[in-house]
């Protein structure tokens, strides 16, 4: 088998990188596990959000990058009760039901800081890990290049 058939089927059989952290919510902790999105969404979320003039991280990398964690971050995130991941409960009001949206409730409730280290969590697990990973990578292979030669 190859290199990369080797590396394509472990690629399949990983599981997606994750982040767990704690909020309060009055004087409880909510603890929050995100999970990374295929890259294929996220570049979807990053592509409708224009980066702000005068940000220099969105210009940096041609998104609004608080938008895009916020947009994110509902599809990837799950709440952990007892060592178990809970999905959110949403749900549109339907004959006579009211609508439920419990994340967007939280959201309501969170700190400043809190919402901050939501779209750091995020956006480090979608932009700047796999980017790190990349790079990481290539100075390694650079790495390897150089001592073969000698």
């Given amino acids: 088998m190859s290199d990369f058939k080797a590396a394509l089927a472990a ?3 990983a599981v997606p990188d994750t982040e767990t ?4 919510l009055g004087d409880q902790l ?3 596990k995100f999970k990374a999105l295929p890259s294929t969404e996220w570049t979807a979320i990053t592509g409708v959000h224009p ?3 005068e940000n220099p991280l969105d210009m940096n990398y041609g998104y609004n990058w608080h938008a895009s964690a ?3 971050a509902v599809l990837s995130v799950v709440r952990v009760e007892d060592g178990n991941d809970v999905p959110f409960e949403h749900s549109d009001a339907t004959d006579g039901t009211e609508a439920v949206d419990e994340w967007a409730e939280l959201l ?3 700190s400043s800081p809190d919402l901050t280290q939501i779209r750091n969590a995020v956006w480090g697990l ?3 890990a796999p980017g790190a990973r990349t790079e990481a990578l290539k100075k390694a292979s650079t790495v390897n290049l150089r001592r073969k030669r000698v």
């Fill in 108 to 110: 309501s409730f969170l």
């Fill in 21 to 24: 952290i704690g909020v309060s």
């Fill in 70 to 72: 916020d947009d994110a």
């Fill in 11 to 13: 690629a399949r059989a």
């Fill in 51 to 53: 980066p702000r003039p």
């Fill in 126 to 128: 979608n932009e700047f």
């Fill in 30 to 32: 909510v603890t929050l």
